[in-house]
């Protein structure tokens, strides 16, 4: 009788944190980080003109939360508690306001990843650059693709994200007017994704293990 074949066990190493990784793979996490701007037409108010949705999501409805732990959205001062945290899906915030700013988005991945966080920081858009006439039907948005590149992972890590079937976010009733992306749109998106980050968290270990 046949004996099943036996999977190979990835070359691993230890860094000087202690942590077992996985040599010479990677983990590449897409990302969506944007904002939708609804203008609310005749409900409008001097103060509150526009409903918007800052989000962090995965490009064609793909779940993140198997490597995010939670996105702190980080507001203008002026609104009431300015920084909410969000630890499940959809990690979308949503209020309401008048008036542009930049809104802080710190992402902090799973605990195995032992990747700690990125932060990055998008301008909410609520009027468009292309037609100065406003419409309640449709919304300003602004999204930017990224490409969260984890270096050689912990191995533990690395066995979960890699053998498990990541599924479909929440939708939610910002989801019918996000982009959509195909297959030559994402890998064009990728390669200027990796032009812009090309591993901000390999950085921050080579910076940690420089100042040992």
Same mark, same amino acid.
């Given at each position: !009788? $046949?004996?099943?074949?036996?999977?190979?066990?990835? /070359?691993?190493?230890?860094?000087?944190?202690?942590? %077992?990784?996985?040599?010479? /793979?990677?983990? *590449?996490?897409?990302?969506? =980080?944007?904002?939708?701007?609804?203008?609310?037409?005749?409900?409008?108010? @001097?103060?509150?003109?526009?409903?918007?949705?800052?989000?962090?999501?995965?490009?064609?409805?793909?779940?993140?939360?198997h490597a995010v732990h939670s996105v702190t959205f980080r507001l203008?001062?002026?609104? %009431?508690?300015?920084?909410?945290?969000?630890?499940? $899906?959809?990690?979308?915030?949503?209020?309401?306001?008048?008036?542009?700013?930049?809104?802080?988005?710190? *992402?902090?991945?799973?605990?195995?990843?032992?990747?700690?966080?990125?932060?990055?920081?998008?301008?909410?858009?609520?009027?468009?650059?292309?037609?100065?006439?406003?419409?309640?039907k449709k919304p300003v948005i602004r999204e930017?693709?990224?490409?969260? =590149?984890?270096?050689?992972?912990? =191995?533990?890590?690395?066995?979960?994200?890699?053998? !498990?079937?990541?599924?479909?976010?929440?939708?939610?009733?910002?989801?019918?007017?996000?982009?959509?992306?195909? @297959?030559?749109?994402?890998?064009?998106?990728?390669? $200027?994704?990796?032009?812009?980050?090309?591993?901000?968290?390999?950085?921050?270990?080579?910076?940690? $293990? /420089?100042?040992?």
């Amino acid at each position: !009788m $046949a004996q099943p074949a036996k999977t190979e066990e990835p /070359a691993t190493f230890v860094d000087y944190q202690g942590i %077992t990784r996985v040599r010479g /793979a990677e983990y *590449v996490l897409p990302i969506c =980080v944007g904002t939708v701007g609804f203008w609310l037409g005749k409900k409008a108010s @001097e103060e509150k003109s526009h409903r918007w949705t800052v989000y962090v999501r995965g490009p064609r409805g793909m779940d993140i939360s198997h490597a995010v732990h939670s996105v702190t959205f980080r507001l203008h001062p002026s609104f %009431t508690d300015p920084e909410r945290v969000l630890t499940s $899906a959809p990690f979308e915030l949503t209020e309401m306001g008048w008036g542009e700013f930049d809104i802080v988005v710190v *992402v902090r991945f799973s605990l195995d990843s032992h990747g700690g966080e990125i932060e990055m920081t998008r301008r909410l858009k609520l009027y468009s650059e292309e037609n100065s006439t406003q419409s309640t039907k449709k919304p300003v948005i602004r999204e930017q693709y990224e490409e969260i =590149v984890f270096s050689e992972p912990p =191995v533990d890590f690395y066995k979960r994200v890699t053998s !498990m079937k990541v599924g479909s976010a929440p939708e939610s009733e910002i989801t019918p007017h996000l982009p959509q992306y195909d @297959e030559q749109h994402d890998l064009e998106k990728i390669r $200027a994704a990796r032009m812009r980050v090309a591993s901000s968290l390999k950085k921050k270990l080579e910076g940690k $293990a /420089a100042g040992r």
